[in-house]
């Protein structure tokens, strides 16, 4: 049913450090592969060795460059994958009930079988977090690994999302964001997390933790004084090297 | 947005025909036997044609019969459902004209109602989208109207109302532009809440997230016909609503209805060429585009 369940109390969802993420998209690539491998309809690839490679991911890192008014530009890696909102505008916009928000964990999925593949739910997600498999013709988007999470067949450290579990930097954090005293919502808390486009309504579960403010490099002085930069008007010995190394022929002017 | 031809084709004709089903419902014109049946044919021809085109884009229309199932939160599936309703309607009141000579007043009254719903619940797929500032205004349902009665009563022979109702439509579709340019900066969506970097400082996007392209991209970022809109505008106004207007206040002749009626036509498709091509999504400025 594409009618959203009341607020669950449990919230599953994900934590991302903007701070840490070396942006090294090993994330991507365990998504892909699990995803392919297992739950639903594989992620295809079109030309992927081809002149015009495209395909279908549900985790994507971009990069951003960020300019403060005074000091230097900072490079920010930032993963993006479905954020598992509340109000999830995609889900109420399906007319299929092919799309739904998990009543006892929050989590948003597409039932496959039901998907028309009308693409309005992909509209609908201000995120970019849904993409339309081009070779099955349905929606794909992220499941929080569902078919790992609960997952008794695997050993207990695996029953984390794929991107989690490979993350090298320990930039992605899973858990419950309903409930308080879980380990991701005190990370939330301390670090200052935040939603993405809080002014879409979309009430998103992930949370992102904005990077730190880069340290800065305490002024070390105490040689500077014999450090001084030599002298430019051209008196004394080092005034007569640099004359002289500029007359060589090639020397600088 | 992506202009797709489907969708395009969809929007187009459906609106037409469902405008002419309304003015036949509400008995603007009755006719009755065989030239009836030739009224019915043109209005079922444009709005079932629009709608079998409308199935051209989905991944699996196989299963397009879901689609009707949830009418309670879906603007798509009130959509259907209404189209279904609206065409029963009217083939019933076609069926008496045509076959009985009688004329099923109130039938064709709800079948007209339902034919304007269609129209309605269409226009609403879009105006929900908060992800497309530019569509999110009432402009987009009264344009969707307005169009579709006004060609409707085109079709129909409806000359005074036509040369109104088209009038109206291009001074509403003037001011719908207008302030739709403006929408996208008002609606408060930027980069900087995208990544909720900006408290740091100006955010450029640096590198996507791959060397290629992708369906996100392909589906929601089109700028590459932007750059034409002023003149695509001055043509739309032209052929949609002006040159029309002019043809209906000459002296009435068939062959001039018909070069009105092919020119809304043609107007009306680049209107809606316009109506994608133009509408940014919020999610270009992942990309650090609009
Ligand atoms: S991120 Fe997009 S796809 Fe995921 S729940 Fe939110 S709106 Fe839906
Ligand atoms: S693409 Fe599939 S999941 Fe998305 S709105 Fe259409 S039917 Fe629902
Ligand atoms: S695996 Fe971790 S560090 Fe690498 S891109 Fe993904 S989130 Fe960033």
């Not at chain 1, 939330?188 to 730190?212: I, S």
């Not at chain 2, 589906?219 to 949609?240: C, M, N, S, Y």
Request: with cysteine; proline share 6%.
């Amino acid at each position: 049913m594409t009618q959203l369940p009341p607020p669950s109390a449990k919230k599953l969802g994900l934590v991302i450090d903007l701070d840490t993420c070396v942006g090294c998209h090993a994330c991507v690539i365990s998504c892909k592969g699990w995803n392919t491998e297992n739950y639903g309809a594989p992620l295809s690839d079109q030309q992927a060795y081809g002149a015009n490679p495209s395909g279908t991911f549900l985790n994507r890192v971009h990069s951003y460059e960020v300019q403060p008014d005074q000091g230097a530009a900072q490079l920010i890696h930032f993963p993006k994958s479905c954020l598992h909102c509340e109000d999830a505008p995609c889900v109420t916009v399906c007319p299929t009930g092919a799309s739904y928000k998990r009543a006892e964990d929050g989590i948003v999925l597409v039932n496959e079988s039901d998907c028309i593949g009308c693409g309005l739910c992909a509209w609908a997600c201000p995120y970019g977090a849904r993409e339309l498999d081009a070779k099955e013709g349905v929606m794909k988007k992220c499941t929080l690994c569902v078919d790992r999470i609960y997952n008794e067949n695997l050993p207990e450290e695996d029953r984390q999302p794929a991107c989690v579990r490979t993350c090298p930097a320990g930039a992605r954090h899973f858990g419950d964001l309903g409930d308080e005293n879980s380990d991701v919502s005190k990370l939330v808390a301390e670090r200052g997390g935040f939603d993405l486009m809080p002014e879409q309504g979309t009430k998103p579960v992930n949370k992102y933790l904005p990077p730190r403010p880069k340290d800065e490099m305490p002024e070390f002085d105490v040689l500077a004084p014999y450090l001084e930069p030599i002298a430019s008007d051209g008196k004394g010995f080092v005034g007569w090297l640099d004359k002289a190394l500029s007359a060589l022929p090639g020397g600088a002017k | 947005m992506h202009p797709a031809a489907s969708v395009i084709l969809f929007n187009t004709f459906s609106g037409l025909g469902f405008g002419l089903l309304f003015w036949l419902g509400m008995g603007a014109i009755v006719p009755t036997g065989t030239g009836a049946f030739v009224w019915f044919a043109i209005a079922y021809v444009f709005a079932v044609g629009g709608l079998i085109a409308s199935t051209f884009h989905l991944g699996h229309p196989e299963r397009a019969i879901k689609a009707f199932s949830q009418w309670k939160t879906s603007w798509l599936s009130r959509e259907g459902v209404c189209a279904v309703f609206a065409l029963i309607m009217m083939a019933i009141y076609g069926a008496g004209l045509v076959f009985a000579g009688t004329r099923l007043g109130l039938i064709g009254f709800i079948g007209g109602l339902a034919s304007l719903g269609v129209v309605f619940t269409t226009s609403m797929i879009y105006t929900q989208m908060k992800t497309v500032p530019r569509w999110r205004h009432w402009t987009t349902p009264a344009m969707y109207l307005l169009l579709s009665v006004g060609g409707g009563a085109l079709l129909a022979g409806q000359v005074k109302v036509a040369a109104v109702l088209l009038l109206a439509g291009g001074i509403l579709q003037m001011f719908a532009w207008g302030s739709g340019d403006m929408r996208f900066k008002a609606s408060g969506t930027t980069m900087a809440s995208a990544t909720g970097l900006g408290h740091i400082g100006k955010v450029r996007a640096f590198e996507p997230p791959h060397t290629g392209t992708n369906y996100l991209m392909r589906e929601f970022i089109h700028q590459v016909g932007r750059k034409h809109a002023d003149q695509l505008r001055i043509i739309t106004i032209g052929l949609a609503f002006v040159l029309p207007v002019v043809l209906l206040l000459l002296p009435f002749s068939h062959i001039l209805a018909a070069l009105a009626v092919l020119s809304h036509i043609a107007g009306v498709l680049t209107l809606r060429w316009l109506f994608f091509a133009q509408a940014e999504h919020v999610v270009g400025l992942y990309y650090g585009k609009r």
